[in-house]
């Protein structure tokens, strides 16, 4: 027995050893591959997802700024119409205003004075007149500052001619009563 030859026995065993491990060796680079592949392939729909909601948000982000421009476009608008309102609310609280000047004009100016011109820029009026004496000129200031519509008299010119005993120019304050009860309240 000692002539017994193993080695073919051991050579057909190395082999089939060495096909067994390239097999494996094979299986797993394919499983490795396959494995890679998919997770790339995940990956890449992960990335296409996202970017499909991306695209989404990108579009509702667009329609939300055309929304947002449309309202500051209104609040425009809503300003624009609240100042026209103020300014009509304006002109009609001061609408009485002229009356009461008017009125007021007729009822200070004393006997022997009379006025040649009236100028008004706001609240600020001038007027010019003739006086037949300077007496007369500080009682229309007195009686402006009596009045419940007008007020702070100040003289800034009174001349003399022979055809007229004084020419005057005055200033004064036209009250706006209403603005006081506002105050008041």
Known sequence: MA???????????RKKRQKDFGMSVLLALILTGAAAGGVHFYIEDMISHQGARNGYLGQEIAIVDKKIKEIQDLEKQKAQLIARMNVIQSLQGSRPQIVHLFD?????????????????KGGAITLNGVAESNARVS???????????????????????????????????????????????
């Not at 002539?3 to 050579?11: A, D, K």
């Not at 007021?104 to 100016?109: A, P, S």
Request: zero cysteines.
């Open 3 to 13: 002539h017994i030859n193993l080695l073919p026995w051991r050579e057909t065993l």
């Open 104 to 120: 007021e004009l007729v009822t200070t100016i004393p006997d022997g004075t009379h006025l040649t011109k009236l100028d008004q």
């Open 139 to 185: 009682a229309y200031m007195r009686n402006i500052d009596t009045s419940a519509w007008l007020g702070g008299p100040s003289l800034q010119v009174i001349t003399s001619t022979e055809r007229s005993k004084g020419i005057f120019t005055l200033t004064a304050k036209q009250i706006d009563r209403n603005k006081e009860k506002g105050d008041q309240q």
